[in-house]
Each structure stands twice: as structure tokens, then as C-alpha cells.
């Protein structure tokens, strides 16, 4: 089917794509706001937790230092909890959709 053909507007209306919609924005919220928060807290701690993130931990890598480099594992962790929902879930119920279409139950 081209993409002249596909009514975009059924789709949209389609109550399928009306959960995955909701479901996938639901989710990215959530991790959008998990990420920001847990990016935020590496300035405040440094900011009004300088006793804390100046604990030595071994020789020169302090507790400030962990939490930094952490944000690299958070970010990564983000990314990899996003990819095994996006291949489990959400591309499940987008090629359900895309069938639908192909069978001409969306017009």
C-alpha cells in the first residue's frame, strides 16, 4: 500500500492506535521525568551536598565523581529499558495496526 492511499486520519482515530499512543506516551513521560530528576541531582548535590559528594571512596574517586559517572549508567539503563518495551510491546501492537491496515480493516 503507498503512502498516497493510507487514510492517516483512520489510523489516528483507531482505537489500537489510540492504546499504543497512550501507552507509549505514558511510558516516555515516565522515564523523561525519572532521567531529569536524576540529572538534576548531580548540580543540587554538589550544590548543598558538598560534605556528601567529597566523601573519599577510593584514593582520588569521591562520592560526587560515582554519582556523575552513574549518570552515564542511568542513561544507558534508560535506553536499554526503552528498547526491550519498545521491541516487546509497542512494536507488537504498531504491526497489528500496520496489518489492520493492510487488510483493509482501517480505511
Request: aromatic fraction near 16%.
Given at each position: 500500500?503507498?503512502?498516497?492511499?493510507?487514510?492517516?486520519?483512520?489510523?489516528?482515530?483507531?482505537?489500537?492506535?489510540?492504546?499504543?499512543h497512550?501507552k507509549?506516551?505514558t511510558?516516555?513521560?515516565?522515564?523523561?521525568?525519572?532521567?531529569?530528576?536524576y540529572?538534576?541531582?548531580?548540580?543540587?548535590?554538589?550544590?548543598?551536598?558538598?560534605?556528601l559528594?567529597?566523601i573519599?571512596?577510593?584514593?582520588?574517586?569521591?562520592?560526587?565523581?560515582?554519582?556523575?559517572?552513574?549518570?552515564f549508567?542511568?542513561?544507558?539503563?534508560?535506553?536499554?529499558?526503552?528498547?526491550?518495551?519498545?521491541?516487546?510491546?509497542?512494536?507488537?501492537?504498531?504491526?497489528?495496526?500496520?496489518?489492520?491496515?493492510?487488510?483493509?480493516?482501517?480505511?
Amino acid at each position: 500500500m503507498s503512502n498516497q492511499s493510507v487514510n492517516w486520519a483512520a489510523i489516528d482515530a483507531n482505537p489500537k492506535f489510540q492504546v499504543l499512543h497512550r501507552k507509549k506516551t505514558t511510558f516516555l513521560w515516565g522515564l523523561m521525568i525519572f532521567s531529569t530528576v536524576y540529572y538534576f541531582l548531580l548540580p543540587i548535590g554538589a550544590a548543598y551536598f558538598q560534605d556528601l559528594f567529597k566523601i573519599k571512596v577510593w584514593g582520588a574517586v569521591n562520592v560526587g565523581l560515582l554519582f556523575a559517572l552513574s549518570e552515564f549508567v542511568v542513561a544507558w539503563g534508560i535506553a536499554f529499558i526503552y528498547s526491550r518495551k519498545a521491541n516487546t510491546e509497542f512494536d507488537a501492537m504498531a504491526q497489528e495496526i500496520i496489518n489492520d491496515v493492510n487488510n483493509g480493516s482501517i480505511k
